[in-house]
């Protein structure tokens, strides 16, 4: 009889054994299905054509933040918060490859076609500017290019009330010329084509054949409220920007035309200027008091927008980020820039498509700098001068080379196109 309650003291004992058991298991359980929600997905990247290992390749989780490179090797691993997942490898001048992911249970082959963009040839010195016409007498006011070729908008050196269109290769030959009228400028929609604009009237320039013509008339007013508001169009995406706010916020958007849906992937805003505005007119509010808060107080955001690929940089000078998207919008990653408060610093920014490179103008003493951007970290990777010529106008970089207008005293006020390799 002594037994039993001895024996029956055991009972809780047991039982709270159980249940501790019971709850470890449970928690092994737990951290299991923890373990097959995140892990770390390993793998290397190599060209497809060449079999090589491909280093500096961007590699980023789609909807997840945060991103990696691969190394000289190729490899690269990643933690993923869940499975299963999209992975996305980007290399400048080649298309995205995208990767489903179902678990990080074994090392991915990831290859991708690294073949560089072709580019024409192109004869001229390295790093000394030449004049592209020389010999040729003509005053040209601007210029776009349209594929292999470019437009210029001239006027005869003996007869400055007579401009004309020229078509011409990369080299400056001529290739077609049309009489134009009331000339204003060349520029380009968000479609990349070139329209010859009239005081009053836009003309896009068709090049079918090597031979100019002007065509689809629409009003001025109307083709600059179509292309302040579209800045890009890729497939059945239009890619948007809207200012508001006296011009202090700045949305960017994209539209789904095939599903009819417009979303706002990014609104950027400098705070303190709308805080300044909220107190109202500067000074009097005389006529120099409101030019005065319209050209510095209410100057509009500058945050330039490339695609390169299909990867959307903004260049968010407000905040001081580099921000990358997919084109569903899909935030890939950001990185912090401070190369804009050196103070030459300038708001012109130009996009190489041809070679994927962007860069950004700095001016000193008259000289004009460009500066590289490293589309992976927002670093500055070098600096081109152009030398010689201050103040040289209508920058563009196309090809490798860069391209600027130039008013020489000596030729009576003639402005000359160069071009400079780069």
Request: glycine residues 4%; neutral net charge; proline residues 3%.
């Amino acid at each position: 009889m002594a037994v039993c309650p001895k024996s029956s003291s055991f009972i809780p004992v047991i039982m709270n054994w159980k249940i501790s058991i019971v709850v470890f298991l449970f928690v092994l359980m737990a951290f299991a299905g923890m373990a097959q929600h995140s892990g770390t997905i390993r793998g290397m990247v190599s060209d497809s054509l060449t079999k090589k290992p491909v280093p500096d390749a961007e590699i980023v989780i789609a909807g997840q933040s945060g991103n990696t490179y691969s190394d000289a090797g190729g490899s690269f691993s990643i933690a993923s918060s869940s499975f299963p997942c999209l992975l996305e490898i980007h290399i400048l001048g080649s298309i995205t490859k995208k990767v489903a992911v179902e678990n990080a249970s074994k090392t991915l082959q990831i290859e991708i076609n690294c073949k560089a963009l072709e580019l024409s040839g192109v004869d001229i010195s390295v790093d000394k500017p030449v004049e592209l016409m020389p010999g040729k007498k003509y005053f040209i006011t601007d210029y776009e290019f349209a594929g292999k070729n470019m437009i210029l908008l001239a006027f005869d050196y003996l007869n400055l009330m007579a401009p004309v269109l020229l078509l011409t290769n990369e080299n400056g030959d001529t290739l077609s010329r049309l009489n134009v009228w009331k000339p204003l400028r060349l520029c380009k929609d968000f479609n990349g084509k070139v329209f010859y604009m009239t005081k009053t009237t836009s003309f896009e320039i068709v090049t079918d054949n090597d031979q100019l013509k002007l065509n689809n008339p629409i009003s001025n007013e109307e083709f600059e409220a179509t292309n302040e508001v579209i800045i890009d169009h890729i497939g059945e995406n239009y890619f948007l920007k809207k200012f508001q706010y006296n011009n202090q916020v700045l949305n960017f958007y994209n539209y789904d035309s095939v599903n009819d849906k417009l979303n706002c992937f990014r609104t950027i805003c400098d705070r303190d200027n709308m805080l300044r505005n909220s107190w109202g007119t500067y000074f009097q509010g005389k006529e120099e008091d409101i030019r005065f808060q319209q050209e510095f107080i209410l100057k509009p955001l500058y945050v330039p927008y490339a695609r390169i690929a299909d990867t959307i940089y903004l260049f968010n000078f407000t905040d001081s980020k580099l921000e990358k998207y997919s084109l569903a919008s899909d935030t890939l990653s950001e990185q912090e820039i401070s190369f804009q408060n050196d103070k030459s610093f300038k708001r012109s920014f130009y996009v190489d498509e041809l070679q994927a490179k962007a860069y950004n103008l700095f001016l000193k003493d008259g000289i004009s700098m460009l500066k590289e951007i490293d589309l992976r970290n927002g670093k500055i990777l070098r600096t081109v001068q152009i030398p010689q010529f201050v103040y040289v106008e209508n920058i563009k970089v196309h090809g490798g080379a860069v391209y600027f207008l130039y008013k020489e005293k000596a030729l009576n006020e003639q402005k000359k196109l160069y071009r400079m390799k780069i």
